[in-house]
């Protein structure tokens, strides 16, 4: 089993940018699909970018495409968000996933392990 860890969220100005961390302790992290997801107050949670073992396939909502990169180092277990051109509806608390299965699943439930999540708030 693996355990996540989040860190790197903020305040930052409509504009900026943030690099969100997922660390993975536990064995066997290149078997896992990594995946971010983000929960705004009131809202569901939602798919946000995920990526595959090799990190060779990639995957993102179509509100984030184009700004936001997910990445991952199997090296050091580690899978990186990188956040540029931050909305106001960026806002939310983000949360590093993982499922031990193929292919990357944009449903919350489809994913075993969470880390307990970082918040990002981006002001106008």
């Known amino acids: 089993q693996v355990q996540l860890v989040e860190s790197g969220g903020g305040l930052v100005q409509a504009g900026g940018s943030l690099r969100l961390s997922c660390a993975a302790s536990g064995p066997s992290f290149n078997g896992y699909v990594m995946a971010w997801f983000r929960q705004a107050p009131g809202k569901e949670r939602e798919f946000v970018a995920g990526?595959?073992?090799?990190?060779?396939?990639?995957n993102y909502a179509d509100s984030v495409k184009g700004r936001f990169t997910v990445s991952r180092d199997n090296v050091k277990n580690a899978a990186p968000l990188q956040m540029n051109s931050l909305k106001p509806e960026d806002t939310a608390v983000y949360y590093c996933?993982?499922?031990?299965?193929?292919?990357?699943?944009?449903?919350?439930?489809?994913?075993?392990?969470w880390g307990p999540g970082t918040q990002v708030t981006v002001s106008a």
């Open positions: 996933a993982a499922r031990w299965a193929i292919g990357i699943d944009r449903r919350h439930s489809d994913y075993t392990y």
């Open positions: 990526i595959n073992q090799r990190g060779s396939v990639t």
